[in-house]
């Protein structure tokens, strides 16, 4: 799979790539909400793994753009370590949310989702 990391912390998601890569998939990284839906335009994501607090546009309005270009099909999954608004939460798309830090088991249960039987 390829698997969106964003974060605005670069080394929060260069350590979630890290795991995503460990646990077998393609990982590409935006450090901002405005590069992450640039990035999922020029190469469609099968997952996005998304922080909430952000410069700019927040983790709730990427979501909601991420959610205009490619619809319900794309997972998109809060992991972030301030309270989610499950009201905006739910409002923007997101499939799921996780309190950082996110453990590789908990991870590869996630990837494994959409891929296993």
């Known amino acids: 799979m390829r698997v969106l990391v964003v974060d605005d912390n670069w080394q929060i998601a260069e350590l979630l790539s890290r795991m995503?890569?460990?646990?077998?998939?393609?990982?590409?990284?935006?450090?901002?909400?405005?590069?992450?839906?640039?990035?999922?335009?020029?190469?469609?994501?099968?997952?996005?793994?998304?922080?909430?607090?952000?410069?700019?546009?927040?983790?709730?309005?990427?979501?909601?753009?991420?959610?205009?270009?490619?619809?319900?099909?794309?997972?998109?999954?809060?992991?972030?370590?301030?309270?989610?608004?499950?009201?905006?939460a739910d409002a923007n798309g997101f499939s799921g949310w996780f309190e950082k830090p996110l453990g590789i088991d908990q991870l590869r249960a996630l990837l494994c989702l959409p891929t296993c039987v």
């Open 20 to 88: 995503v890569q460990q646990v077998g998939h393609t990982t590409f990284i935006a450090t901002d909400g405005l590069t992450a839906v640039r990035m999922a335009l020029a190469l469609p994501p099968d997952l996005v793994l998304l922080d909430i607090q952000m410069p700019g546009i927040d983790g709730y309005e990427t979501a909601r753009r991420l959610r205009i270009q490619h619809g319900r099909a794309l997972p998109i999954f809060a992991v972030t370590s301030c309270e989610i608004d499950v009201t905006l």
